[in-house]
């Protein structure tokens, strides 16, 4: 039994024995192990550290980068400019020829403003991967093997040149329709040739020209393409004014004791709106027809009408040319569609029925309301002292007569207005601006057919404003051997009012 039991504790002794050995084997391997993988680990990271310091460390621009199209992995800068150059060699000397008609323009894409960027491009391409964190660094660069970049090349040309190079095309090819000459000989409408003309279409070639461009950098080569101008039909011709076969209004008004410069300028006002033809839809500006008043363009001083007041300026006397020709017109039928009346009343035809102009305020405008052209004539006779429109057009259509006559609906009373002066003795006053009454006045057309009356109708408003007259009122007190004051030495206010010099 002892022998058993000592047999046992042995056995125990060597199962625990051994046992305690394989743990502590087992402890040992399993410690080895684990610095054999932080070794490896270790070395794993020590390697990629310095695979990211070698990639980083690069001063190419990496792989998987391109610039307009042409691969520049691995080149240094000046390496990547010297291939686009090659790539693009030549690129600015490519020709763009237009054939247009049977005349011919060109430009090259340097010409047009072609200039690539290389510089720019390139130092962007070479900032890939060069933001950020070197891990951040490294990823971006490690992508760009899957998903590869491309830089855009600017290799646009300048909007501007191109539009420039349209409109000299359109200014060396437009030829201005020309037409008929229209003059009256004995009161007869004499029609002369027409010509037609021809215009660019300068959207059309602008796309073309764009379209083309982009072909030759694509391409690198020259490029060349062929269009065709519009014709322009005169709007005038024989067949247009076939129409026009009399007289359908004319008005004549009396030129009063005109100064030299005021008959100069009606003389050339009513030349400037002579001999022309207005097309159905057509509208005519007064002021347009007459060109900037200045000296440069023929017009000369003389009385004219400012703020109610007389005064000299250039181009005095257009209102009365510009009135001659809206009483014609207003005879005429013609729509009128602007018509201010002066700030005074004008001498040379009835209250109400002038019409007065100044650039930039008042103008005379009309629009030829009928279906057929009418013809505008003037004549100026400085012998009999007179100015008259004539309006030429279809008397089958228009076989009415229109008058004209106006009426005073209110007259408005001027104030006198007192200012006391101690040039003057108390007692004694001067009028140094003298008054004017105001005016409302209301026109009528009225339409006759073989001297019967067909209607009578309400037309033009005319407003002329009052101006109040002053009055100085002396304050001086007299001494024994004062003397009256001399009135002229007290200076009006207002030049003298010289009505039959008035524009």
């Avoid at 058993?4 to 199962?15: C, P, Q, R």
């Avoid at 390697?47 to 240094?76: C, F, Q």
């Avoid at 003389?267 to 000296?295: C, D, H």
């Avoid at 207003?330 to 009343?345: A, C, F, K, L, Y």
Wanted: proline share 4%.
């Amino acid at each position: 039994m002892k022998r058993f039991i000592k047999g046992f504790i042995i056995g125990i002794i060597i199962i625990l024995l051994v046992g305690g050995g394989f743990y502590v084997y087992k402890d040992y391997t399993d410690k080895q192990k684990i610095k054999q993988e932080e070794e490896a680990q270790r070395l794993k990271q020590e390697e990629h550290e310095n695979l990211v310091r070698e990639t980083l460390s690069k001063e190419v621009i990496y792989d998987g980068i391109s610039i307009g199209g042409v691969d520049v992995s691995g080149l240094s800068k000046s390496d990547a400019e010297s291939k686009l150059r090659d790539k693009f060699s030549g690129l600015g000397e490519r020709k763009i020829v237009v054939y247009i008609d049977d005349s011919s323009a060109t430009k090259t894409l340097a010409e047009l403003g072609l200039n690539p960027n290389f510089d720019a491009a390139i130092n962007k391409a070479y900032q890939i991967g060069r933001d950020g964190t070197e891990e951040e660094r490294f990823n971006q660069i490690n992508s760009l093997k899957e998903n590869k970049e491309n830089i855009d090349l600017s290799l646009n040309v300048d909007e501007e040149k191109v539009k420039d190079f349209v409109n000299t095309i359109s200014a060396n090819m437009n030829v201005v329709s020309t037409n008929s000459d229209v003059t009256f000989v004995d009161g007869k409408l004499q029609v002369g040739e027409s010509k037609s003309g021809k215009e660019v279409d300068k959207e059309e070639l602008l796309t073309l020209l764009n379209t083309n461009i982009k072909k030759a950098i694509n391409e690198n080569k020259d490029v060349s393409f062929e269009t065709k101008t519009k014709t322009i039909e005169p709007s005038v011709n024989k067949d247009a004014i076939a129409r026009v076969n009399g007289v359908i209004g004319t008005f004549t008004s009396n030129l009063g004791r005109g100064t030299a410069g005021r008959n100069a300028n009606i003389v050339l006002s009513a030349k400037r709106i002579s001999n022309i033809v207005v097309m159905p839809g057509e509208t005519v500006s007064f002021n347009q027809k007459m060109g900037p008043i200045t000296a440069a363009n023929g017009y000369k001083p003389a009385s004219t009408i400012q703020g109610g007041v007389y005064t000299d300026a250039l181009g005095g006397g257009l209102c009365q040319t510009s009135t001659t020709l809206y009483n014609a017109l207003v005879r005429s039928d013609v729509t009128i569609t602007e018509r201010h009346p002066h700030s005074i009343p004008a001498p040379y035809v009835p209250y109400g029925e002038d019409g007065a102009v100044w650039v930039g305020a008042k103008d005379l405008k009309f629009t030829n309301n009928f279906d057929f052209p009418i013809a505008i004539t003037s004549s100026v006779n400085l012998a009999k002292n007179i100015i008259t429109f004539t309006i030429y057009g279809d008397t089958n259509k228009k076989n009415y007569t229109v008058e004209m006559y106006s009426k005073c609906i209110e007259e408005i009373p001027f104030e006198t207005q007192e200012k006391k002066s101690d040039e003057l003795f108390v007692g004694e006053t001067k009028v140094v601006k003298k008054g004017r009454p105001g005016y409302r006045y209301q026109s009528y057309k009225v339409y006759k057919n073989g001297g019967k009356l067909i209607k009578e109708v309400p037309y033009m408003k005319s407003y002329y404003p009052k101006s109040d007259q002053v009055v100085l009122v002396g304050t001086k007190t007299k001494t024994p051997d004062s003397k009256p004051t001399d009135m002229e030495d007290i200076p009006s206010e207002e030049p003298v009012e010289t009505i039959d010099l008035l524009q």
